[in-house]
Each structure stands twice: as C-alpha cells, then as structure tokens.
C-alpha cells in the first residue's frame, strides 16, 4: 500500500514529521538536562525537551472505530481525559497517556472493513470523519483540526494535539474520483491503497493479485491525490 496525497496541497513537508523531525529550532537553555540526573532520566528529559520543539506524529490511530464498536459513535462512550487503560476490551488512547508520550500530532484513523463495499463503504467512512470533528470540538483543549504542515506546527506551539484524518484503504472511495475529490475536502490527508483485501483498481499485499498492482483506473486515483 501507498501513503500519498491530494498534490498541489503541501501535505509531503507535512509527512516529513512521520519520518524525521525537520525543525531546527534552538532547544531553551532551561531544557538542558540537570547535571545531576542519572544517564536514564536525562535521556527523557532531553527527550522530553526535544518533544516540546518538534511535534511528534504519530501515523495511525483507530479510537474513532472502537466509538462505532462501543457506543455506536457516540462521544459519551469514552472519557478520554480519563485513564481508559483498565478498560475491557482494552483501549490505547487516552489524555493522560497521550500527554505521557508527548505527542503532538495524531492521524486519527477512519478505517472501515474491507466487508463494506461500494456505498455503505463511503459512507461509513464520511460517519468516522465526522467522529474525528466531533471529538476535536469536544475537546478543544486538547485538540484541533490539521490540514497542513503549517497547521500541526501552529496547533503543536499552542500545547494541543493537530489532529488529522488518515483513511485506510482505497474501498473508502467506492471506485469513485468525485467520493475521492469530497473526502479530501472533507480533511482526508492520507489514503492507503489498500487494506488486507484487493479493490478492483489495486491489488493488495495480502491478497492474491488480480490486476497487477494498479488498474488503468487506480492510476487515475493515484495521479488525482
């Protein structure tokens, strides 16, 4: 599969984040690790100021799913400025943990089954946008929309997490440019070729290939992002 995007958009210096930290902004004198601290607790307090100037992303997180799974996406399911982690089934993301970890940006997942197709696939997909949307508005403090790399570097410079919008699986777009061209202006910034399952313009690595890779169409999909 394929992480790519919607080109004349600057999304790639925003995939930089993924990859490596591209800031070089002078950490604060007052960042510098105690001459006192053990060699363990100043590597996380040098990691720890490092986190503070460049924005740590992370690629792919399914919270919005487990809102279908749990509650059927209703935000009340899930207090995420509660410690979830003694949650059954269990749940990896919540503030706390979150604000342990540093992070400063999240590409929340809106991931649905390759069993939904067509349609009821875009569709459920559209439905998890508007979880990601909804969750920022519920927690203004802690999070806010990205669409650019100038967006996470501004979100991450106020104390909140950006949050952005990854899709997982080209089923998502119903064999559809026009489903593609609205979930990107929906806030779509990423969209993996294929989940486990082939779609009928590409093949998937765990799937038996029936195209070849790419169809004709699946190289106007990608030549579109």
């Known amino acids: 599969s394929m992480v790519i995007a919607r080109r004349p958009r600057p999304l790639f210096g925003l995939l930089s984040f993924l990859a490596l930290f591209s800031f070089r902004a002078p950490i604060d004198a007052q960042a510098t690790p105690a001459a006192d601290a053990s060699p363990d607790a100043k590597f996380v307090e040098r990691a720890r100021a490092l986190l503070k100037v460049h924005p740590l992303v992370d690629g792919h997180n399914d919270l919005p799913w487990q809102y279908r799974e749990r509650g059927e996406n209703r935000l009340d399911t899930l ?37 939904f197709e067509g349609s009821d ?23 806010e929309m990205a669409y650019t790399a100038a967006d996470v570097t501004r979100i991450h410079r106020a104390g909140k997490i950006a949050s952005l919008i990854g899709m997982e699986g080209g089923h998502s777009i119903a064999s559809s440019l026009g489903v593609l061209r609205e979930l990107y202006r929906a806030g779509a910034r990423y969209m993996t070729i294929t989940h486990s399952k082939n779609v009928a313009w590409a093949d998937s690595a ?20």
Do not use: C
């Open 206 to 225: 765990t799937d038996a290939p029936k195209v070849g890779g790419l169809s004709k169409f699946g190289v106007e999909v990608v030549r579109e992002m």
């Open 121 to 143: 696939a875009a569709t459920a997909t559209f439905e998890q946008i508007d979880v990601v949307k909804r969750l920022t508005e519920r927690y203004p403090d802690r999070l």
């Open 79 to 115: 207090d995420l400025n509660m410690d979830l982690s003694a949650l059954e089934p269990r749940l990896h993301t919540d503030f706390p943990r979150l604000a342990e970890g540093g992070l400063g940006g999240q590409f929340w997942s809106v991931y649905v089954p390759t069993s």
